[in-house]
């Protein structure tokens, strides 16, 4: 778990857990009943535009959620988060390091080993905390099929 612990604190110092989300909703979730009392001190949002032209996705937002310390039950509040930005339906949402977005990269091969958390509408959220291989293959497993969802072509051919 100290590789996970270590990116989340990617300045050394303030825990920040960064979740991407697609959804075709207009509104945003509320995630403060995911975090329970030991919440985020701030969370900052974004929503990250596509200036690439076609195709065009749902809405993309990132949500950095910062602490003074991060919840002891972290896997389980991770899992509730996830729950709660895959509400709407046709929701994608994956937890992943500082800097690990692009347009160019959603859910490839490329930035698997940025992403720790991943969850979709209908699905039970999957978090690594532990770099186990049978986990890490769930993972990829699911990002294939996420971005076959999202309708985009399989990076693997």
């Known amino acids: ?12 110092i303030t825990p920040v857990v960064s979740l991407f989300l697609i959804s075709p909703a207009s509104s945003a979730p ?11 001190r ?7 535009e596509d200036d690439r032209g076609f195709p065009r996705l749902p809405l993309v937002y ?3 959620f910062v602490f003074e310390v991060l919840p002891e039950d972290l896997r389980q509040r991770l899992e509730a988060c996830l729950r709660t930005a895959c509400e709407h339906s046709g929701s994608v949402a994956w937890l992943a390091f500082e800097g690990s977005f692009h347009f160019d990269h ?7 080993d940025q992403i720790y958390g991943i969850c979709a509408t209908g699905d039970p959220p999957l978090v690594l905390l532990d770099d186990e291989p049978a ?9 294939h099929s996420y971005r076959a969802r999202l309708g985009f072509p399989d990076p693997r051919r």
């Open 42 to 48: 701030r969370t900052n949002t974004y929503r990250l």
């Open 30 to 40: 509320d995630f403060a009943g995911a975090w329970g009392r030991h919440g985020p």
């Open 135 to 143: 986990d890490r293959a769930a993972l990829l497993d699911r990002m």
């Open 1 to 12: 778990m100290n590789g996970v612990l270590d990116a989340i604190r990617w300045d050394g």
């Open 106 to 112: 959603i859910l490839t091969e490329s930035v698997a």
């Open 62 to 64: 990132e949500y950095d």
